[in-house]
T-cell receptor, first 112, second 114 residues
Framework: DAKTTQPPSMDCAEGRAANLPCNHS???????VYWYRQIHSQGPQYIIH???NNETNEMASLIITEDRKSSTLILPHATLRDTAVYYC?????????????FGAGTILRVKS | KAGVTQTPRYLIKTRGQQVTLSCSPI?????VSWYQQTPGQGLQFLFE???????NKGNFPGRFSGRQFSNSRSEMNVSTLELGDSALYLC?????????????FGDGTRLSIL
């Protein structure tokens, strides 16, 4: 089962920041938080990941709380093309390597 | 840099047949994972290959199998197809499959069983 909880859907106005929350209260100390998004009929697209510190790249920022029990993905200036399902994932360690366990995600609708 | 390539994009099969799907990872990536996506179950992990060896396996029946070649390309096989096997099959690659390495997905093969 997925270790994350996300709201089923959110709306955001075009040009505004989109803040997508995620709860992962059972995360272990060495497990990473990943964010992916999926646009219909395409494979999931990697956005960003982090362990403890906040991270930023050209697509988004990831804010992880100090206790690591929740995080927020921030899309600074949402566009219509950002409409997608956003998945928050805790990368689960296996005996060798790790696997991504996807939940239901958040449907983000960006509206003009 | 080319992304993950999956072929074919679409397949139609009938019950009882078998099917083979192909995945070419990003150049330099040696870990390849397979996932199944259905409307009811979402995205579920099938298995992961590294250096031609299956390293991790999800909770799927033995009808689902795979292999990896020395150039890191991977194939997935499903035998004795059932209606419930209709799904989008996704392949993802990463450098070595470690937790701090993002997996990059292809656009999948959509398999329809009649």
């Amino acid at each position: 089962d997925a270790k994350t909880t996300q709201p089923p859907s959110m709306d955001c106005a075009e040009g505004r920041a989109a803040n997508l929350p995620c709860n992962h209260s059972t995360i272990s100390g060495n497990e990473y938080v990943y964010w992916y998004r999926q646009i219909h009929s395409q494979g999931p697209q990697y956005i960003i990941h982090g362990l403890k510190n906040n991270e930023t790249n050209e697509m988004a920022s990831l804010i992880i709380t100090e206790d690591r029990k929740s995080s927020t993905l921030i899309l600074p200036h949402a566009t219509l093309r950002d409409t997608a399902v956003y998945y928050c994932i805790v990368s689960e360690r296996m005996e060798y390597g790790n696997k991504l366990v996807f939940g239901a995600g958040t449907i983000l609708r960006v509206k003009s | 840099k080319a992304g993950v390539t999956q072929t074919p994009r679409y397949l139609i099969k009938t019950r009882g047949q078998q099917v083979t799907l192909s995945c070419s990872p990003i150049s330099g990536h040696r870990s390849v994972s397979w996932y199944q996506q259905t409307p009811g179950q979402g995205l579920q992990f099938l298995f992961e290959y590294f250096s031609e060896t299956q390293r991790n396996k999800g909770n799927f029946p033995g009808r689902f199998s795979g292999r990896q070649f020395s150039n890191s390309r991977s194939e997935m096989n499903v035998s004795t197809l059932e209606l419930g096997d209709s799904a989008l099959y996704l392949c993802a690659s990463s450098v070595t499959g470690m937790a701090n390495q993002p997996q990059h997905f292809g656009d999948g093969t959509r398999l329809s069983i009649l």
